[in-house]
């Protein structure tokens, strides 16, 4: 019965992996119950890619693509995408930029056509970048007025200094006035390439009502003749410089005067997805903040102090070693408790083994809920980037559930002595005084 | 798939159940919503509605507090819970041979939830934070202003999650009586979908919910707005340095015959409304005010929507102003476009748009088992499930004519309220007590 179960979550006998003659790889499996397609797709450009001096250039180029292109408006894009209720988003991270699509299978050439077109031939048309330009320092704005968003960037600011981590992804008000059109032109350039180097190609996953052969046809009609190498020569991807570890406690704070609650982040360094210590930092952080009602953090700062609506941790762990924090938003006279009680269930990860039964809940839930997460397409074709992403292997959703059970509170105490630190972290807290 | 196949029942305490196969994915949705939220509210106890849904998470005589979230998350199943103006509604979704579990917690939680003392104190505490999250938000400050002037009798104006002061002053037993009150089978409604026999499933509610006795039916909302007697303008201050303005109009309840004609009218002023369950955003850049507002720079964002109420609602417009531009200049282009809306009908092509970008949100809403389940709730909730199943076909019915006939009808300068929310621009002061190293590397003192 479980084996059965096992072997109907994708796996190599359900999606079809094909490299594109250009280096693209593309991963596509039929969901014969859906009447939509869903497509996914990544490039390896990112905020990562930013110069210093120009935060946010990876982020304002990106989300120019759209703005026109050699052969459409902004307009005409908007128009023919939305005419069919279709939707296209494409957006900027710090590694990657992604772009997705969603559209009845009647519309998909159509979606398909006009991605290809926005990836490969944007204008920047100067008009539509001061439009763009605007609405970022609009968004920036609005983000200076948010206790939480602050919250997070002064952490980041804090643990990763002298590290593109450190940087906001969308860039400052200085930054993204001073970027000028010829900017985002030459980096788009540069860097938008569907291989950059020869580890790192884009990726395109396709999900839903149509067979995979047929699906990375499509792909390959629109992707497949993309060569940059006779253009300009493509940057490679830099690589990160070494992280500077966290040795002190660091701390910042900003009063934002008329606020009722003050947002905290707290936390250190953290692990890349694909680091073997992977699956015993992720049990970690459910059993720390996420399981039950927001694990530990949610019993002890919520449940048991009354002190917060939310308290919980994250882990992120993608390509680089990102940040494994827990965050808060409570009273602005209750800081200092809450950090504390934050910090307590920090040293208690480290100091003991989790319970049995705290073991045993999370082995049940990430097995579990398998089914939940690939309900959708949108799910199954996240999950098929992330396989490819992070070399997973096409078995790795039918290997999984043995990987989660054999999993040790041994293990699960290791990661967090190594990771969760209560003498070295950074601790930022906005809102009022 | 046909968007028929609802099995549909009435216990006799009065409980509807509404179940749906769908074998997509072996996965199962089950909601159980209550017609009870802040439009049976009053002053002192604004707020009941959302508190006793946190209380039910605080345990039963079967089920101490927080084992029903490990005993869900146990299956490899999620749960949530969350209260509106007209209901209040509790859902689980889970691998679907797990579906017994979430009919067990909610038929007990239906009558026996405990509200220990302790835990009601405890609980105030994590509402008022809650609270103070949304304080935070310059759009929920200028929401809450504006839905106490909007409405002047009926308890749409109360916010959700109730005044400060009643949060601060309600008693064990206010709580405790609402929900002896309220939670009764017969002011509530079961929604399942998934992968299930749909019979099977009914035989289980039965022996689950059959015994919990019915109660005396709710009291009915008697207040009746009064007349609008002409355009009431309010102000917020708070901080930060964006300007936002707020423009509602009252109109019609879900159950009206122009319910759909406005869902249009909000589609092509401000762009369609996504179907998914809790919405999500849907790009919106072909409306007429984003044209109007965002290519001419003068807003960095605009969105309408309609709400869709028991009683009498609200049609909103919601604009980000950019750069300098002031609050004034962007009312004036919403009201052209308006007034537009009142003197022209709609072309042919606009209105074969918007019915064919709903059309697809339609579709979309039918791949995810709790999407359905969400929707079905929602409508029997507010109106009858058949809302949902012919959305799609009433919606194909409405002209340019009724689009027109609404807008006279409802788009009514002087039964406008508009907001505007004025940021104060304080300079956040720095403290920075950082180590000199990372204070450094992080350019503090700028």
């Not at chain 1, 990562?48 to 935060?55: I, R, S, T």
């Not at chain 2, 007209?86 to 009919?103: G, K, R, S």
């Not at chain 2, 282009?333 to 537009?340: F, M």
Request: proline share 6%.
């Amino acid at each position: 019965m479980i084996a059965e179960k096992q072997l109907s979550f994708p796996g190599p006998e359900t999606i079809t992996r094909r490299v594109l003659d250009n280096g693209i790889i593309v991963l596509a499996r039929q969901n014969p119950a859906s009447p939509s397609v869903v497509v996914r797709g990544l490039l390896h450009v990112g905020a990562n890619d930013d110069p210093a001096d120009k935060p946010g250039l990876a982020s304002f180029t990106t989300e120019a693509l759209d703005r026109g292109t050699t052969s459409r408006s902004f307009s005409e894009i908007n128009e023919a995408v939305e005419a069919v209720g279709a939707s296209f988003g494409i957006g900027s991270g710090r590694h990657t930029a992604s772009f997705g699509t969603k559209s009845l299978v009647d519309d998909l050439d159509l979606v398909l056509d006009i991605t290809a077109d926005v990836l490969r031939n944007p204008t920047f048309p100067s008009q539509e970048i001061e439009k763009l330009r605007g609405q970022l320092i609009t968004m920036l704005q609005e983000r200076e007025n948010n206790t939480r968003a602050v919250a997070e960037d002064f952490f980041r600011e804090l643990a990763y200094p002298n590290h593109p981590y450190g940087r906001p992804a969308d860039g400052t008000l200085e930054s993204v006035r001073a970027i000028t059109r010829d900017d985002i032109e030459m980096f788009y350039r540069q860097t938008f390439s569907p291989v950059r180097g020869a580890a790192t190609p884009m990726l395109v996953s396709i999900v839903g009502a149509i067979e995979p052969e047929a699906a990375i046809a499509r792909i390959d009609k629109y992707f497949g003749s993309w060569n940059t190498q006779r253009d300009i020569p493509r940057q490679h991807q830099a690589e990160l410089p070494p992280l500077q570890p966290i040795t002190e406690i660091r701390r910042r704070s900003r009063t934002m005067p008329g606020k009722s609650q003050s947002d905290i982040v707290v936390g250190c360094h953290g692990i890349k997805r694909n680091d073997p210590d992977y699956l015993a930092a992720s049990m970690a952080n459910m059993i720390l903040g996420v399981l039950g009602l927001m694990g530990r953090l949610g019993h002890n700062v919520r449940d048991e102090k009354g002190l917060a609506y939310y308290a919980a941790s994250r882990l992120e762990a993608r390509l680089g070693e990102g940040p494994w924090v827990a965050y808060a938003g409570v009273n602005p006279k209750n800081v200092n408790l809450a950090v504390d009680s934050i910090l307590e269930e920090f040293r208690r990860m480290g100091d003991e083994p989790v319970t049995e039964q705290e073991l045993s809940d999370a082995k049940a839930y990430l097995t579990g809920s398998m089914p939940l997460s690939l309900e959708t397409n949108e799910g199954v074709a996240q999950t098929l980037l992330d396989l490819e992403l992070y070399q997973l292997g096409l078995d790795y959703l039918q290997r999984y559930p043995d990987l989660v059970r054999a999993i040790t509170a041994g293990e699960i105490q290791t990661v967090s002595q190594k990771y969760l630190h209560t003498d070295a972290y950074a601790l930022s807290v906005a809102g009022p005084e | 798939m046909p968007v028929q196949d609802v099995l549909e029942a009435k216990l006799e305490n009065g409980l509807t159940v509404l179940l749906r196969e769908s074998h997509a994915a072996p996965v199962a949705s089950f909601f159980v919503w209550y017609r009870i939220g802040s439009r049976n509210e009053v002053p002192g106890i604004t707020g009941v509605s959302h508190w006793i849904e946190h209380m039910l998470f605080k345990g039963t005589p079967t089920f101490p507090k927080g084992e029903i979230s490990k005993a869900i998350q146990r299956l490899g199943g999620v749960w949530n819970a969350f209260t509106w103006q007209d209901y209040t509604a509790y859902y689980e979704i889970v691998p679907a041979e797990n579906l017994d579990l979430p009919l067990r917690l909610e038929a007990d939680r239906m009558a026996n939830a405990l509200f220990d003392p302790v835990e009601v104190e405890s609980e105030r505490t994590v509402i008022i934070s809650e609270r103070q999250m949304y304080e935070n938000r310059p759009w929920y400050l200028l929401q809450e202003a504006a839905q106490a002037v909007i409405y002047r009798t009926h308890p749409y104006r109360y916010p959700v999650i109730g005044e400060m002061c009643d949060l601060q002053s309600m008693t064990r037993a206010d709580l405790y009586n609402y929900y002896r009150r309220h939670y009764v089978p017969n002011n509530a409604v079961a929604v399942a979908v998934g992968d299930f026999s749909a019979p099977a499933v009914l035989e289980r509610i039965h022996q689950l919910y059959g015994q919990i006795p019915a109660g005396a039916p709710p009291e009915p909302v008697r207040a009746k707005e009064p007349p609008q007697l002409g355009e009431r303008r309010i102000t917020v201050k708070g901080p930060g340095v964006t300007n936002y303005l707020l423009m509602g109009y009252h109109s019609p309840p879900v159950d009206s015959q122009d319910f759909m004609p406005i869902m249009v009218l909000s589609t092509i002023l401000g762009g369609a409304a996504p179907m998914g369950m809790g919405g999500g955003s849907s790009a919106n850049r072909t409306s007429r005010l984003y044209k109007a507002l965002v290519e001419t720079e003068l807003a960095s964002g605009v969105t309408t929507s309609q709400r869709a109420g028991r009683d009498p609602s609200i049609f909103s417009v919601y604009c980000t102003a950019q750069g300098d531009h002031t609050l004034a200049e962007i009312e004036a282009v919403v009201l052209a476009q308006i007034e537009k809306m009142r003197q022209e009908p709609i072309t042919s092509a606009e209105l074969e748009r918007a019915i064919k970008q709903t059309r697809a949100q339609f579709a979309y809403s039918h791949e995810s088992v709790s999407s359905q389940a969400y929707w079905l709730g929602f409508a029997e909730t507010v109106s009858t499930y058949n809302f949902f199943l012919t959305y799609a076909e009433r919606l194909a019915e409405v002209t340019p004519e009724a689009v027109l006939r609404v807008a006279q009808t409802y788009l009514i300068p002087d039964l406008r309220t508009t907001g505007n929310y004025l940021a104060q621009n304080e300079k956040a002061r720095l403290t920075g007590e950082a180590t000199p190293a990372a204070a450094a590397a992080a350019g503090i003192g700028q």
